[in-house]
């Protein structure tokens, strides 16, 4: 088996190709027109702000649901998407994301406060590898930097639409999630030690 070295020196002897996500895919909003009623007794599952900003890989055991009839025009999620928060007390922590690594079994949406982006096609695209790329420091720099306000910072789509991200080739992209897995797992190992040990 090759090495992640040995991947990028044979698959990109050029460098990785960055690409704008404008070019990658479009963003869609939340639900609209929905009022504290709709939220009483719903029938349809959404994601709630919390989902989005507690989990880079979004969790798909909900419970909250919303009123949605049939033929209503909102935006349900798909496997692949990328949903955003849209804003918060602190640039730093406006616009977290969690993506959405498998298909929902049924239609689920996003609620009002946040928003998604959708990827034209996934082909060369792996979802797992996005999981990470946008909760890496870098990527979240620059997606703070998209953040404007005084008291409670809203992420700009427009500016975020501007940003460039890494795109390797997808046996690259899977070796990474690969490698940074088993390292989020090991890491939630080692922490579970030191609380066990912390308690006794």
Do not use: W
Not at 40 to 47: H, K, L, R, S, W
Not at 90 to 107: F, I, Q, R, W, Y
Request: charged share 20%; hydrophobic share 35%; with cysteine.
């Amino acid at each position: 088996m090759k090495t992640l070295a040995q991947l990028i020196a044979d698959l990109c002897p050029n460098g990785v190709k960055y690409k704008r996500l404008s070019d990658l895919g479009t963003f869609y909003g939340g639900l609209t027109g929905k009022n504290k009623h709709d939220f009483t007794d719903g029938n349809a599952p959404y994601v709630t702000y919390m989902n989005i900003f507690s989990n880079p890989a979004l969790s798909l055991d909900i419970n909250d649901l919303v009123k949605v009839s049939i033929g209503e025009r909102q935006n349900s999620i798909q496997r692949g998407d990328i949903l955003f928060t849209g804003s918060s007390e602190t640039p730093e922590e406006a616009g977290m994301t969690s993506v959405v690594m498998e298909e929902p079994k049924v239609p689920t949406y996003v609620n009002s406060f946040c928003f998604g982006f959708r990827f034209y096609s996934l082909n060369g695209i792996c979802p797992g590898f996005m999981k990470h790329l946008f909760r890496s420091h870098a990527l979240r720099k620059s997606i703070s930097k998209t953040a404007n306000g005084v008291t409670r910072f809203n992420i700009s789509k427009k500016s975020l639409a501007d940003i460039e991200i890494p795109v390797p080739p997808i046996e690259v992209q899977e070796r990474i999630v690969e490698i940074l897995d088993k390292f989020t797992a090991l890491t939630a190992e080692l922490q579970a030690e030191l609380q066990e040990r912390q308690r006794n």
